[in-house]
């Protein structure tokens, strides 16, 4: 199985930055794409950035110039790091990651628990 594990998560004043970071760990053949998604209570989950295995990147257009996410191959660890962070940030951040757990087996996506990102004006 594979397990995703969030950290970095907390309360930060408006303007700050947090680090959050996703470790996958279990039975990893090769992993595809990696992203970072947030929810609000009410709202529906929305992509906030997506890294390829290639390393192309993606951003919603609200996080564009703020968020900067990174993975690390050897690892198999995805980071997201969040800079001057307005109070609309303020959500749970899911990792997601899409990927194979054997040469053979058909890719697919997995979920991190999620963590709190709290953005005090």
């Known amino acids: 199985q594979v397990q995703l594990v969030e950290s970095g998560g907390g309360l930060v004043q408006a303007g700050g930055s947090l680090r959050l970071s996703c470790a996958a760990s279990?039975?990893?053949?090769?992993?595809?794409?990696m992203g970072w998604y947030r929810q609000d209570p009410g709202k529906q989950r929305e992509l906030v950035a997506y890294?390829?295995?290639?390393?192309?990147?993606n951003y919603v257009d609200s996080v564009k110039g703020r968020f900067t996410i990174s993975r690390d191959n050897a690892k198999n660890t995805v980071d997201l790091q969040m800079d001057s962070l307005k109070p609309e940030d303020t959500a749970v951040y899911y990792c997601?990651?899409?990927?194979?757990?054997?040469?053979?087996?058909?890719?697919?996506?997995?979920w991190g628990r999620g963590t709190q990102v709290t953005v005090s004006s």
């Open positions: 997601n990651l899409n990927l194979r757990t054997a040469y053979w087996a058909t890719p697919r996506d997995y």
């Open positions: 279990g039975s990893i053949f090769r992993i595809n794409g």
């Open positions: 890294i390829t295995s290639g390393g192309t990147t």
